[in-house]
């Protein structure tokens, strides 16, 4: 009787283990693209690049909407009604707040719930959902999708897309894509000060020394720079890092990664270990122990940085087109004379080059879409309102004669006088995204450069312009690694990055001397370094192998 | 006659409790300040008690957008309806509960706590709530956290103190179960049923986790919810890419004018109800 109910147990247990390995692995079927007319209601038959998309029949479609703080989700927005009119389709939105998006996702998805559509989705969040099967690998219907692929040959994305690969040689988000590498952060300075010391905008890093000493010596008392994005749980001072890193071609600061591609080698090597992240610490402590940075610039919150620069204290600081504008701008309004720009960011060693991703945050598609009746007209849809030149454009700037006139092609665009955007006609009586529902971040994002340079003023165009100038340097080849690994990846990558981190103030501060960098080098390989580092070789090596 | 000892501790008493009511109220009085006053002084920091640039253009920029009164709308008839149903469910379980001759009595209170130490968890929460159909409706937020464990300990607690004699007698002059709840016990309970009102009421008032999960649909928030992506949202991670390229932040100020018309109206509750709050605490605390 006792053993009986044993074996009972044993029995039940393995049952249950099988239920559990069998849910694993549903996500692994559907291979390839098996589209059949079933999966055909209300799609277009002849559908390509330059084609409006517009449904045989009425369909709706349930999709995931961050409702904006600053534009709050409205339902008689011009957006909506116009997108019906033009697709046929109508949008049935859940609607999220944007302080949880992330978390509502997250239970909606694992219940099982979620909307088919799930924008707004930044690489690698969807890693969580493929191994319960509950998102579709979209790389398998890119054929339905003319408008993407046509923009990813265009453009040369595939290395980019690249990059969302997973080990099974798919990817799972359709990600927003920019034409070129978009950059904003840079350095604000003080002109009024140039001006009076009679200084050129510095062009290079090395400038930008010549520049802070000559500041230095016209105002001992103080720092000429002090700096800010210092938020855990990065070394601090992350912006002006990733751009000096940027220059030496190294991942630093908010763009750190830990393993960095090296080209001449054929492999990965551990970032924080390299001589270019060596060189990067180096100018930075020069900087530090000439008294040229504030040492508090790793340290100090965002409002004390600028506090600092709004009372003259410091002349140089860390920016985007919006602080300068929203912010150090009116900052500086008191000091009489004052007047600040945001500077090309000053090059390095890999001269004018740069290099970033282009794609945007992307979306998610619910797996359990490809079996319904309006499959293929669903991917049509997607494809034409966030891939074709007129979704992105409609998206954006809404509808030719109401919100805007002319054309972003040959540059005759402008926003209708009535419509306010974003400080553009402060007195028109409309808002572009609160009353219309247009320039989305849910709808709204990449594009050509020429639709990006739409949205600038005359000022950021000019930065603009000068970064377009540069080469973007090519992306490090995909090395996805599996779940199992990714596990073991994290674990070491947790103690690494606080090591790294650590020691880089450390050595940048002056509380450790450079002549130490080898003893941090091993100690590096204490925390494992060179054990991440195979295990992404190796990933690389394999999806080489595999996908390549 | 008091001791000098006694006389050192009053002091000692008031200095502490001065310290801590100041430090309890200068953040509110900071938020008071910061509402009537202009943004630029106070991204500035000039902003501490007393209001720099005083203006209520604030006050009426919020007060004409149609989704916050809305969502307070929400708030209010969420918190009446939820405050009412759980005050039943309560009040009938904790009375039972408190009749030691019950049968299964020790049961009943093993599911109640039960409750308290173990839960299904967030997921299988929004699979059960979402199978029922309650979602985008308001039984989503008032079913599942009608009854709290810790306000039916205090209220069964209150029953307990009862003299049965009392109950006897009714019994005796003709009233049933019912009637004399009804009839003897919850009029000699005022005490315990303003508290526990408040207490639900005010955390139906601020909750917003159970609205942000189950309500798909703006104009179901309630107010907290819109308050908090106005003030995490404007600031979190989540919509990086609009972010950069909208130049619109939320002012300090107007996130100040909402928390204050938010918190006002369950702040000018209390003083009416403060008086029967510390005997109903107090109650179901010292018994014999």
């Known amino acids: 009787m006792n053993q009986l109910s044993r074996r009972g147990f044993l029995s039940t247990s393995a049952g249950v283990a099988g239920l559990a390995l069998a849910g694993c692995g549903g996500g692994g079927s559907g291979a390839s693209s098996k589209v059949t007319s079933a999966n055909r209601t209300g799609a277009m038959a002849k559908y390509g690049v330059g084609d409006q998309f517009k449904a045989t029949v009425p369909l709706s479609f349930p999709i995931m909407l961050l409702s904006n703080a600053n534009y709050p989700y409205k339902a008689d927005w011009l957006f909506w009604s116009e997108l019906t009119k033009r697709t046929n389709v109508t949008l049935q939105p859940t609607v999220i707040p944007g302080s949880d998006y992330n978390q509502k996702r997250s239970v909606m998805v694992s219940a099982g719930n979620a909307p088919t559509l799930i924008p707004k989705t930044y690489h690698p969040d969807e890693e969580a959902y493929i191994a319960g099967g509950a998102i579709l690998p979209v790389s398998d219907y890119l054929d339905l999708m003319p408008n993407f692929q046509d923009k990813v040959a265009k453009w040369n994305l595939q290395g980019d897309l690249d990059q969302l690969r997973e080990s099974d040689g798919k990817f799972y988000l359709l990600p927003g894509l920019h034409q070129d590498v978009w950059k904003d952060y840079s350095l604000a300075i003080r002109t009024d000060i140039l001006q009076q010391l009679g200084l050129a905008v510095p062009q290079t890093w090395d400038d930008l020394t010549t520049v802070l000493r000559a500041m230095k010596k016209a105002y001992p008392d103080r720092y000429p720079f002090s700096d800010r994005w210092s938020t855990p749980p990065q070394p601090g001072a992350n912006n002006l890092l990733a751009l000096v890193g940027e220059a030496h071609n190294v991942w630093a600061g908010w763009s750190y990664q830990h393993a960095q591609w090296d080209a001449s080698a054929g492999k990965f090597v551990y970032t924080g270990a390299t001589d270019s992240y060596k060189q990067v610490i180096q100018y930075l402590n020069t900087l530090v122990s000439e008294k040229l940075l504030d040492p508090e610039s790793f340290t100090q919150s965002d409002d004390q940085a600028r506090q600092k620069f709004a009372n003259g204290q410091s002349f140089v600081i860390s920016a985007n087109a919006q602080e300068l504008v929203n912010h150090y701008r009116k900052d500086i309004a008191k000091i009489s004379g004052a007047t600040v720009v945001k500077i090309p960011v000053p090059t390095g060693p890999i001269g004018a080059a740069k290099f970033g991703s282009r794609l945007e945050n992307g979306m998610m598609i619910a797996n359990k879409a490809k079996d319904g009746k309006d499959f293929v007209a669903l991917m049509q849809f997607v494809d034409w309102l966030w891939y074709s030149d007129d979704g992105l454009m409609f998206a954006k700037w809404g509808v030719q004669g109401t919100t805007y006139n002319g054309s972003v092609e040959d540059g005759t665009f402008k926003l209708a006088p009535d419509v306010t955007w974003a400080g553009v006609n402060p007195s028109g009586s409309k808002n572009l995204q609160v009353d219309y529902g247009f320039f989305n971040g849910v709808f709204a994002y990449g594009g050509s450069t020429k639709l990006l340079n739409s949205q600038f003023p005359p000022e950021e165009l000019t930065f603009q312009n000068v970064m377009d100038g540069r080469k973007a340097l090519p992306l490090p080849p995909p090395a996805p690694l599996n779940s199992d690994d990714r596990e073991q990846a994290t674990l070491w990558q947790t103690s690494l990055k606080d090591y790294v981190d650590q020691q880089t103030l450390k050595f940048i501060l002056g509380q450790r001397p450079l002549s130490q960098w080898d003893a941090y080098v091993s100690e590096l390989k204490a925390h494992n370094s060179e054990q991440y580092i195979s295990l992404v070789n190796q990933a690389y090596q394999d999806f080489k192998k595999n996908h390549g | ?288």
């Not at chain 2, 720099?52 to 009446?80: E, H, I, P």
Request: charge should be positive.
């Open chain 2, 1 to 288: 006659m008091t001791s000098r000892g006694y006389r050192a501790f009053q002091v000692f008493n008031a200095l502490v409790l001065t310290g801590v009511v100041v430090v309890t109220l200068y953040p509110f009085a900071t938020i008071v300040a910061q509402s009537f006053s202009s943004e630029h002084a106070i991204t500035a920091g000039h902003v501490n008690v007393v209001p720099r640039g005083f203006n209520l253009t604030t006050y009426k920029k919020v007060m004409s957008d149609s989704a916050f009164w809305t969502n307070y709308r929400n708030t209010v008839v969420y918190t009446v309806v939820a405050t009412a149903i759980s005050m039943v469910l309560t009040t009938c379980y904790a009375y039972v509960l408190s009749k030691r001759q019950l049968k299964g009595r020790r049961f009943l209170i093993g599911i109640a706590l039960f409750t308290m130490f173990f839960n299904g968890g967030l997921i299988p929460n929004y699979v059960l709530v979402t199978d029922l159909g309650l979602r985008n409706s308001i039984w989503a937020i008032v079913l599942p956290n009608a009854v709290s464990v810790f306000n039916l300990l205090v209220m069964k607690a209150f029953f307990e103190s009862m003299p049965d004699e009392l109950e006897e007698a009714a019994a005796v002059d003709g009233l049933n179960t019912y009637g004399i709840l009804a009839r003897i016990v919850l009029p000699l309970s005022k005490a315990v049923l303003a508290t526990m009102v408040l207490f639900y009421a005010v955390s139906f008032w601020n909750s917003w986790f159970s609205a942000f999960l189950y309500m798909d649909r703006s104009n179901l928030f309630p107010v907290t919810v819109y308050l908090r992506n106005l003030i995490a949202g404007a600031t979190g991670g989540a919509d990086q890419g609009t972010a950069s390229d909208t130049a619109l932040q939320i002012g300090a100020n107007i996130q100040a004018v909402t928390i204050v018309l938010t918190v006002v109206p369950i702040l000018t509750v209390y003083p009416f109800i403060q008086r029967y709050f510390v005997s109903g605490v107090m109650l179901g605390a010292v018994k014999g």
